[in-house]
């Protein structure tokens, strides 16, 4: 069974385009800042963050 992982992410959505997001998410745990194109290159962005923390 996986280690569940915790991590703050803020999510600013700038514009909804070609039925998806677009914006920029925060990881609030490194102040690190990350533009994404795509709601699944957003879920993609916060699912390597949370692989990395090992």
């Known amino acids: 069974m ?3 992982k915790d991590a703050t992410f803020v ?3 700038n514009k ?3 039925e998806s997001w677009q914006g920029q998410i925060t ?3 490194r102040d690190e ?3 994404f194109r795509s709601a699944l290159e957003l879920i993609n962005i916060m ?3 949370l692989d990395s923390e090992e």
């Open 27 to 29: 990881w609030a745990d």
């Open 47 to 49: 699912d390597a963050a």
């Open 2 to 4: 996986a280690d569940n």
């Open 33 to 35: 800042k990350i533009n």
């Open 11 to 13: 999510v600013h959505v």
């Open 16 to 18: 909804c385009e070609n």
